[in-house]
């Protein structure tokens, strides 16, 4: 029993001696001689370059305004989502250039690229980013058509005779 004891005090001490687990840092914002934050982001075939600094809400997609590029609000309120999610409405000035896909696709794509540019930016706002799986890449794309088939998957007619 005195060992046990013993051997308890023992642990107490060395218990006491380290030190408490320190919460983690934050990693240094990525933030260039301009004042921008830049990221790529990517849904379907589309890819978008985005860079973000602080101004008042203006949105540029290949050189025209979100409004005109971007024509459905469905796909405009896409974009919007990372700053309603992290509560930074009208706080950053977004321009970005985007190639390939649909306007669907390329609305997820510049919607990836300004959540990852704002934790960049802000790494503090990667919880509530992450967690509405806006830094998730969505890797679906068209599958490829094979040959002997009408499509991916379909075959062509079946003709008995």
């Given at each position: 029993?005195?060992e046990?004891?013993?051997?308890?005090?023992d642990l107490k001490?060395v218990?006491a001696?380290t030190p408490a687990a320190?919460?983690?840092?934050?990693p240094e914002?990525?933030i260039?001689?301009?004042?921008?934050s830049y990221a790529?982001?990517k849904r379907?075939?589309?890819?978008a370059r985005?860079w973000?600094?602080?101004?008042?809400g203006?949105?540029?997609?290949?050189?025209?305004?979100?409004?005109?590029?971007?024509?459905r609000?469905?796909?405009?309120?896409?974009i919007q989502q990372p700053?309603?999610v992290?509560e930074r409405?009208?706080?950053y000035?977004?321009?970005?250039?985007?190639?390939?896909?649909?306007?669907?696709?390329?609305a997820?794509a510049?919607?990836h690229?300004?959540?990852?540019?704002?934790t960049?930016?802000?790494?503090?706002l990667?919880?509530?980013?992450?967690?509405h799986?806006f830094?998730?890449?969505?890797s679906?794309?068209?599958?490829?058509?094979?040959?002997?088939?009408?499509?991916?998957?379909?075959s062509f007619?079946?003709?008995?005779?």
């Open positions: 029993m005195a046990e004891t013993a051997s308890l005090e001490d218990m001696d320190a919460p983690q840092e934050l914002p990525q260039d001689q301009w004042g921008r790529t982001g379907k075939d589309a890819v985005v973000i600094k602080p101004g008042n203006k949105i540029t997609v290949n050189g025209r305004e979100q409004e005109t590029y971007f024509a609000p469905v796909l405009r309120m896409l700053f309603t992290t409405t009208d706080q000035d977004v321009v970005a250039t985007v190639r390939g896909g649909g306007l669907s696709g390329q997820g510049v919607r690229g300004i959540s990852k540019a704002l960049l930016y802000e790494p503090g990667r919880g509530p980013l992450k967690s799986g830094l998730t890449r969505d679906r794309t068209v599958e490829r058509k094979k040959y002997g088939r009408a499509k991916a998957r379909r007619q079946f003709s008995k005779r």
